[in-house]
């Protein structure tokens, strides 16, 4: 019996060891450099994005090619926050006070900024192009729906501050 209980707590080591390198638990510098790189890109996206979508409301296109451009537009955007969401998520949870809650709170944030831009692509390919001025109207519409829920999507910092990160978001380059 004694003879077992060394191999069981090598095994169980070994076993463990791994496990713990995968927990998603990263110091603050390590977890704020890990977010910072996977939003660059991302807001590098959405500042596009935004910049293409005003040219676009602006410019001399049929309601045709207004259609298909936002709606590419949109849909780009969708991909972009899903795939900035999961960046974060491979993050994992932040080695600090309340740090599934931070954690979460990124996540929900991202999650809800692709569905308001999903949410406007749908709304831009259910309109119909016809009449030319009521198609521009409804295109506002679901610009303003967008702008709402994109702001209902803020990332809630309340209660949820962390003097470590703040300072790493602060400090670190690529968060800059």
Known sequence: MRAVRPISLALALVLVMPLAACSGQHGPQAWAALVCTALSPWRSEIDS??????????????????????????????????KARSDVQRAGVPDVDDGPAIAEGFLGSLAGIRDAY???????????????????????KVVDQLTADYEKS???????????????????????
């Not at 999903?118 to 506002?140: K, N």
């Not at 209660?159 to 602060?170: I, P, T």
């Open 49 to 82: 994005l935004s910049s293409r979508t005003q040219q676009q409301m602006t410019a001399e296109t049929s309601p045709s090619q207004a259609k298909e451009n936002l709606s590419r537009l949109f849909g780009g955007a969708a991909t972009a926050s899903e």
């Open 154 to 176: 803020s990332l809630d910092i309340a209660g949820l501050e962390s003097v470590e990160l703040r300072e790493a978001f602060d400090e670190l380059p690529e968060c800059q």
């Open 118 to 140: 999903d949410h406007a692509r749908t709304g831009i390919e259910s309109l119909a192009t016809r009449p030319t001025a009521t198609f521009y109207d409804q295109v506002g």
